[in-house]
Antibody, heavy 118, light 110 residues
Framework: EVQLQQSGAELVRSGASVKLSCTAS????????MHWVKQRPEQGLEWIGW????????EYAPKFQGKATMTADTSSNTAYLQLSSLTSEDTAVYYC???????????WGQGTLVTVSA | ENVLTQSPAIMSASPGEKVTMTCRAS???????LHWYQQKSGASPKLWIY???NLASGVPARFSGSGSGTSYSLTISSVEAEDAATYYC???????????FGGGTKLEIK
């Protein structure tokens, strides 16, 4: 069974950075592309990008270039999302989502709430 | 970027009613690449319908999806209280690579 355990909520200062984790069980992240999706409070969903944990290849949505950095540690079966130069616009829940060849997101973590304070 | 516009933004229905919500794309989407999610308050989204009309595992048969090109819809034949949620459509495009979500339709049950 695919399970995703995301790191706990973060309260961070404006201008700082934060690194979120997503630890997988029930599957090897090397067999998947690990995607990240953002959801601002009471708002819709935005795709951030994906990482291929096997070789570290990444692709970012244009809006998140320079804001987000995705990495992965195959030894711990964990994907990471680092967000830099945080502003109030980054206050959101961030979800990790593994995909193989499908174009839909079948598996969702529980999400990590990032709150940016002034 | 292919923009997805969902309508209505909010809708209300009584149990037993038939409801339909739509998802319109600014450019044509392959039906294989148009999907729907259900999100209840405080929970993560769940894949609900994939590739326009295929119900995800565990989704009740009262749900259906249809459409092509730039217009897609999700229909509930006889709405139940447990269907109260926000429904999002999502499309995939390979070039440029992009996964795009609609703004969502919130379904309230009277």
């Amino acid at each position: 069974e695919v399970q995703l355990q995301q790191s706990g909520a973060e309260l961070v200062r404006s201008g700082a950075s934060v690194k979120l984790s997503c630890t997988a069980s029930g599957f090897n992240i090397k067999d998947y592309y690990m995607h990240w999706v953002k959801q601002r409070p009471e708002q819709g969903l935005e795709w951030i990008g994906w990482i291929d944990p096997e070789n570290g290849d990444t692709e970012y949505a244009p809006k998140f270039q320079g804001k987000a950095t995705m990495t992965a540690d195959t030894s711990s079966n964990t994907a990471y999302l680092q967000l830099s130069s945080l502003t109030s616009e980054d206050t959101a829940v961030y979800y990790c989502n593994p995909i193989t060849t499908a174009s839909w997101f079948a598996y969702w973590g529980q999400g990590t709430l990032v709150t940016v304070s002034a | 970027e292919n923009v997805l516009t969902q309508s209505p933004a909010i809708m209300s229905a009584s149990p037993g009613e038939k409801v339909t919500m739509t998802c319109r794309a600014s450019s044509s989407v392959s039906s294989s690449y148009l999907h729907w999610y259900q999100q209840k308050s405080g929970a993560s989204p769940k894949l609900w319908i994939y590739s326009t009309s295929n119900l995800a595992s565990g989704v009740p048969a009262r749900f259906s999806g249809s459409g092509s090109g730039t217009s897609y819809s999700l229909t509930i034949s006889s709405v139940e209280a447990e269907d109260a949620a926000t429904y999002y459509c999502q499309q995939y495009s390979g070039y440029p690579l992009m996964y795009t979500f609609g703004g969502g339709t919130k379904l309230e049950i009277k």
